[in-house]
């Protein structure tokens, strides 16, 4: 069965919008349902009638989505949409410096894996920190850290009068590896594998590429996220105007 075309080409429905994104109208019924969209204006029958409006924030929350994962873009858009833009902006930030960090790690299990791999590895302090400190420094749930230890990712020791278990500069380089892996999409027999190459310090190969190729990863998201923020932008500036006119 063939749709029957709106007559007035300034109105979507459900299916036109899905059209040019490869979605579901349904999925697009969804996103107004749920907030992500403006709500749509209603026909005598019930049918939504969207409008270009809507089509610009379609097109913005699939952008956000690629550099900042539905969940966060969901909030964006959510914001965006009854008027709280300064929580779209922080959850934007939240993004960039989650980007950063991630950044920062990959610099530091480069220079580490570097050091494993030199001739002269450089002298490391040896004070060891409880799990709460690194689950902490990781932003990461204890639970998270003692799950990769039953998998073999981690390694601690235990403190002889307390048993509690203790991280080592070392199992910190894992622990940090480890997490940069994970939001990678590694799995954790994966993780075992590398960090056990890294600790034997004779197999730098495979670490190197899952370095490279996240490093790529973080690129692409960085070069998404500017996407992302353009059809923000764009979406932000037609709301605001539609606003100005008291539509």
Known sequence: MTATEPSNPLVRRPVDLARAHGLSAQAVRNYERDGVLPPAQRTPNGYRRFTELHVTALRAYLALITGHGYAASGEIMRAVNRGDIDTALRTIDQGHALLQRDRETLDAVETAVATLTGTS????????????????????????????ERAGVLRPVRDPVTHYRLYLPDDVRDAEL????????????HITGVLRRVRDAGGAEPLAASLGQWRQRLTERGRAMLTGAARLAEYVEAAAVLSIRGE
């Open 121 to 148: 590895p450089q002298p490391r302090s040896q004070k060891a920190v409880p799990i709460s400190v690194l689950a902490h420094r990781l932003g990461l749930q204890p639970a998270t850290l003692r799950k990769w």
């Open 178 to 189: 480890a997490h940069l892996l994970r939001r990678g999409g590694y799995r954790l027999d």
